[in-house]
Structure formats: structure tokens, C-alpha cells
């Protein structure tokens, strides 16, 4: 593992990754605002990769991704969008939902292979996360999360198989906390490199199968994905919002 020691205060710098899956908006503003949070990172001591995972298209593949440790831009796929279904291994998987899919299966896609490509190149780099964190590019935090996760970080390391959620459903109307074995915020999750990839792959579990069950919303898909994949839920105090072009960086 390539966390190690600081010889200035012989305490362990832990590794962490920021995993920005799904659609690219505000770049401008996106891309200051995640630089200058992987600078506060790195300030308190931690040692902080961002990959990036979005789609391409004529808004994204001019972008000036130079700062980040990785980028991919995947081409959209319009079967994903529009099709009632995807071919995989010959047979037909059925995506059963009943909302726009725009909303929900890109989503889990982007994280699917935003993990995928996050994987290559810890492989071909030797390296490995104490933990990762996986949200969204157009998300900012409306918390200070650096103290949170100094704070944390010593539960997320030794809690195994298990996933860190927002309280509840976090939004602009402000919903009620919701408890996570039922619905689950999808701003943002984190936890250890193989809880994380676990989840990640839920859009193997909850959509390419011919099984019939079926994930309705945005906050049930991840759900029921830590039930497929026997993950546990632990909520934690980080409140996001969507971006706005007006937002302020930090």
C-alpha cells in the first residue's frame, strides 16, 4: 500500500481517491472548486488522486482535464438512454424502471466504469486506497469536509464491507432523514477500496440480469445494491448540493 509515514510528525498519511462519476456541468467552476478541496486535503494531510468519468460530446472532449490523476470520457450510449434493454452475452437484460432513464441507469454506469478505470490504474501503478469516495462532478459540499473526514477516517478504514452514506435524502426541499437500509442518498458514498468497488458494480447486479426485480428511483437503486452485495450502511453528516453556475468555489 503506498500510504506511509510523514518523517515530520511519524503519522500516517492515509491515500484516498476522489471518484467523480456522471454528467460534466459548470467545468470552470467544477474543476477549480475540486482542485482547490484536493488542496485542503492534502493540507490536513491526506494524500489525495481525483479520476474523473464523464461522457463525451462536443461540451467535454475539448476540456482540460490536465489537473486530474485520470480522465475518461466514455461515448454516450443510446441504448442505455433510450432502449428498454442491453445485449450482454447474448441474451437480453431487461432495465426495469419506472422513470426517465436518463435520471438513473447513466448514473450507475459512469461509476461502474469510472471504478473500472480507477482499477487499471491502481494495477499499473501499484497503488492502493486507504479509501474512496465516490460523487458526483456537478455536487459541492455544504459541510467542511476535511475536518468530517479527518474526524472519520480511523471508522472508515476498520469498517469492512460497509458503505458511508448523507443522511437521507438530501435536497434543495429539504426531506426528513430517511434510514438507508430502505432509501439511500446518491450524492455521494465512501468507504474502503472493496466496499467501494462493490458497490460500484451494482449496475452488473441491478440491471444486466433477467431477474424480476426491479430499481424504481435514484434512492432505492443504491439500496438495493448494498443488499445485493451484502454491504452494510453507516450514514454520515456531509450535505451536498447540485451546482449552480453562480456557486461560489469553496
Avoid at 475540486?34 to 490536513?44: D, F, Q, T
Avoid at 476540456?63 to 442491453?86: C, E, Q, Y
Avoid at 473500472?116 to 469516495?133: A, G, P, T
Wanted: with cysteine; proline share 4%; hydrophobic share 35%.
Amino acid at each position: 500500500m503506498l500510504s506511509f509515514y510523514d518523517e515530520h510528525t511519524y503519522g500516517k498519511i492515509m491515500k484516498i481517491a476522489l471518484q467523480l462519476s456522471g454528467q460534466i456541468r459548470f467545468w470552470k467552476q467544477s474543476c477549480e472548486y475540486w482542485i482547490e478541496l484536493k488542496s485542503k486535503l492534502e493540507e490536513s494531510g491526506f494524500d489525495v488522486d481525483i479520476h474523473i468519468c464523464g461522457w463525451k460530446d462536443s461540451y467535454t472532449e475539448f476540456f482540460d482535464f490536465s489537473s486530474f490523476t485520470t480522465h475518461n470520457l466514455i461515448p454516450i450510449n443510446k441504448d442505455l438512454l433510450t432502449n428498454r434493454g442491453v445485449e450482454k452475452s447474448g441474451k437480453k437484460a431487461i432495465m426495469r424502471r419506472n422513470q426517465d432513464p436518463i435520471m438513473l441507469m447513466p448514473l450507475s454506469y459512469q461509476q461502474y466504469w469510472g471504478s473500472r478505470y480507477r482499477r487499471l490504474y491502481q494495477k499499473e501503478n501499484n497503488i492502493q486506497y486507504d479509501f474512496v469516495i465516490i460523487t458526483r462532478p456537478d455536487l459541492l459540499f455544504e459541510c467542511d469536509i476535511v475536518n468530517i473526514l479527518q474526524e472519520k477516517k480511523q471508522e472508515i478504514i476498520e469498517s469492512k464491507c460497509t458503505i458511508f452514506i448523507p443522511f437521507g435524502v438530501t435536497n434543495s426541499v429539504g426531506r426528513k432523514p430517511i434510514h438507508p437500509s430502505r432509501l439511500c442518498n446518491d450524492f455521494m458514498c465512501l468507504g474502503t477500496e472493496e466496499s467501494v468497488n462493490l458497490y460500484c458494480n451494482g449496475f452488473l447486479h441491478s440491471y444486466l440480469q433477467d431477474s424480476k426485480s426491479f430499481i424504481s428511483t435514484n434512492h432505492t437503486y443504491p439500496a438495493m445494491t448494498c443488499m445485493k452485495t451484502n454491504l452494510l450502511t453507516k450514514s454520515i453528516n456531509t450535505p451536498m448540493k447540485l451546482r449552480r453556475e453562480d456557486d461560489s468555489i469553496m
